[in-house]
Structures are given as C-alpha cells and as structure tokens.
C-alpha cells in the first residue's frame, strides 16, 4: 500500500476483554515498529520486528501483551486482560530495513472503560 | 539516564524568527538520526533525516549532528505558525528505535 495502514482507528473495549490491533506495513518494508503514545507524551517503544522474527520486544510492558508478524508484512498487536491503564494511541510504523526511515501509520486510539 | 533527551518546552518564537530544538542521546553506537514533527492528535510525520557529522539543509530546515557531544539539533528558519507542532528526535543505535519526549514548539503570530 502508499503507506501504514492501521485498523481500527478507534477502539472501546471494556476491562477484562481481549483486543487485537492490525498493522499493514509499506509493502517491502522489512522492518516494523509499534509504539503506545499518552497524551502528552512522546512514543513509547514497544517491540520491534525485522522480517518475521521480534528482534527487540523489550518494551513490552509486561505478559498481557504480545505481537505477531508471521509472513513478515501484517503484524497484529495483541492485548489480553485490557486495564484501563491500556488506553493510549497505538502507533505502527514501518521502516525499509532496520535503522532507516521509519514512516508512521495514523494509530489505533484504545480506551479501556 | 534516557537514551535519547529534550527539554519538553514550550518553546516559542515570534513569527519569522529561528527555533532552534536540541536532542541529546546516550547510545554511542546510534548511526542515523530522524526528526519528527507531530501536530495534536495526528501521527508523527518524518522531516528529516542525518547520518554524518555536521549540517544537513532542506528547505527551511537544518539539521545538525555532532557524534563526539552526542547531540543533535533541528533548526527551522523563518518560523511559521504552521511549524507550531511537538517536535520528536531519535536515535537508532540498535535499530530501537527509542523517542524523546519532544518538545513543544509555538510560533506566535
């Protein structure tokens, strides 16, 4: 695609349920990045995946969250047990290999209610 | 001590006038440097990139790089209320990439 598609733009889920957020990177990009972004706050690294494989899933916050990226193009964020302390803007980006530019989808915006 | 620093402002300038952002990084290993911009409530947007010591230029902004302070800086030039954004930099020393906070930029009209 032309750029960082993420789906939905919008989520409200109640606390306790399961969600799932999608990521479609620039096609070719082998490098894909998700952040958690708190008003006023800058991006929060999450996890980083190159190709198929997380190289870096260090910013996870803890076992209730959990990505994938299996044919190395569409990753899926996962959250198990949402806590209210989950609603944030998630933010996708995708870059062509690791330490290039990274261009930004427009976000998932989570509430937990 | 956060890898990557700025000081999270305000900073405002009068219309015409230069901003000048500053971003301090601890990893001695980061390669390339990026600049984003992010109005409220949208996604960063990329402005510019730098992977050499010393000055980039394009268009109205300047980015420089000095690997041996370990601080890279964005100018901006003939500052336009449209430039008032959150201005986010970083480093990617092991292709984490790792944000600043940013800093907040108003140019007042």
């Known amino acids: 695609g032309a750029g960082v598609s993420q789906t939905p733009s919008n989520k409200v889920t109640e606390k306790g349920k399961y969600v799932e957020l999608r990521c479609d990177p620039i096609s070719g990009h082998t490098a894909l990045y998700w952040y958690r972004q708190s008003l006023g706050q800058g991006p929060e690294f999450l996890i980083y995946?190159?190709?198929?494989?997380?190289?870096?899933d260090s910013g996870l916050p803890n076992d209730r969250f959990f990505a994938v990226r299996p044919e190395g193009s569409v990753s899926t964020l996962k959250i198990q047990r949402t806590e209210r302390g989950d609603s944030a803007v998630y933010l996708c980006a995708s870059s062509l290999i690791g330490g290039a530019e990274a261009f930004f989808g427009q976000g998932t915006r989570l509430t937990v209610v | 001590q956060k890898e990557v620093e700025q000081n999270s402002g305000p900073l405002s300038v009068p219309e015409g006038a230069i901003a000048s952002l500053n971003c301090t990084y601890s990893?001695?290993?980061?390669?390339?440097f990026f600049w984003y911009r992010q109005y409220s409530g949208k996604s960063p947007e990329l402005i510019m990139s730098?992977?050499?010591?010393g000055d980039k230029e394009d268009g109205r902004f300047t980015a420089q790089l000095n690997k041996a302070s370990q601080y890279v800086s964005l100018l901006i030039r003939d500052s336009q209320p449209s430039d008032s954004a959150t201005y986010l930099c970083?480093?990617?020393?092991?292709?984490?990439?790792?944000f600043g906070t940013g800093t907040r930029l108003k140019v007042l009209a």
């Open positions: 995946f190159q190709g198929t494989g997380a190289a870096d």
């Open positions: 730098i992977y050499s010591n």
């Open positions: 970083f480093g990617s020393g092991t292709y984490k990439y790792i």
């Open positions: 990893d001695r290993g980061s390669q390339s």
